[in-house]
């Protein structure tokens, strides 16, 4: 069964930092693409961020140069370093695990309030 466990939100100031992580378990972490998506209250799920298994990324516009995705296959963990937050990052951010295969999870997710 795969599991997605994130962790790492939280309140943070505009201007501020997070880091967000998710572990995952019950798949072949390293052939995998990851992603971070994020759905705001009355909007739709959005991707975020991704990362290949080969380490290619790719990024929303709305976050290029504020945000980083990076894996530890040893850790089976990727994570979201999100700098220059803004009240426009609010959201509940999901992790995504995508398999070769085409199959797809998501965690539960993990809720970034950013006061202004």
């Known amino acids: 069964q795969v599991q997605l466990v994130e962790s790492g939100g939280g309140l943070v100031q505009a201007g501020g930092s997070l880091r967000l992580s998710c572990a995952a378990s019950?798949?072949?972490?390293?052939?995998?693409?990851m992603g971070w998506y994020r759905q705001a209250r009355g909007k739709q799920r959005e991707l975020v961020a991704a990362i290949t298994g080969g380490g290619r990324t790719n990024y929303a516009d709305s976050v290029k140069g504020r945000f980083t995705i990076s894996r530890d296959n040893a850790k089976n963990t990727v994570y979201l370093q999100m700098n220059s937050l803004n009240a426009e990052d609010t959201a509940v951010y999901y992790c995504?695990?995508?398999?070769?295969?085409?199959?797809?999870?998501y965690g539960q997710g993990t809720q970034v309030t950013v006061s202004s």
């Open positions: 019950g798949i072949s972490f390293s052939l995998n693409d």
């Open positions: 995504n695990i995508r398999s070769p295969g085409g199959s797809s999870w």
